[in-house]
């Protein structure tokens, strides 16, 4: 490998580590799921340092080229990414469940509370909820925006 590819072969190493370092940092990728990317970039950067590393490991191990080596690395590390994610999206599952088992008894606790109000002549006033779908965030904003042209013209 030439002096020049090593050089980008490790900028472009260094370079995707301070992105992954700053999108933990700006909370986009949370630290447990990054620590896997970390991890690639750190070996990847070990391998660009000593290049005869991925060459001995591969003779070690009875493959014959060194770019197999680095193939079976990323069979591997897709793998891992795969079993990470199917371990994220159970535990996100069971929660989703147990939340909407959660919200369902509630939803049933307030319309019993209703018909119990209703019965003693106590007037309800029904609130309209919105959901995921209707996208309640976009109608915040302009609730809020129109909220300040009032004031502006005022």
Do not use: C
């Amino acid at each position: 490998m030439t002096g020049r590819l090593q050089f980008l072969i490790a900028v472009v190493t260094l370079i995707a580590l301070i992105y992954v370092a700053n999108k933990v940092r700006k909370r986009v990728i949370e630290l447990k799921y990054a620590l896997v990317w970390f991890l690639v970039t750190f070996l990847l950067f070990i391998m660009d340092l000593f290049p005869d590393t991925l060459g001995d490991m591969a003779r070690f191990l009875g493959i014959s080229l060194p770019i197999n080596m680095l193939i079976l690395f990323g069979f591997g590390f897709v793998l891992l990414i795969l079993y990470t994610f199917t371990i994220v999206i159970t535990n996100q599952d069971r929660r989703i469940k147990r939340l909407i088992q959660e919200v369902s008894i509630l939803n049933y606790r307030i319309d019993e509370l209703e018909n119990a109000l209703r019965k003693e002549d106590i007037k309800v006033k029904k609130i309209k909820t919105r959901t995921a779908d209707e996208g309640p965030e976009h109608k915040v904003k302009v609730e809020k925006q129109e909220k300040f042209k009032l004031l502006e013209e005022e």
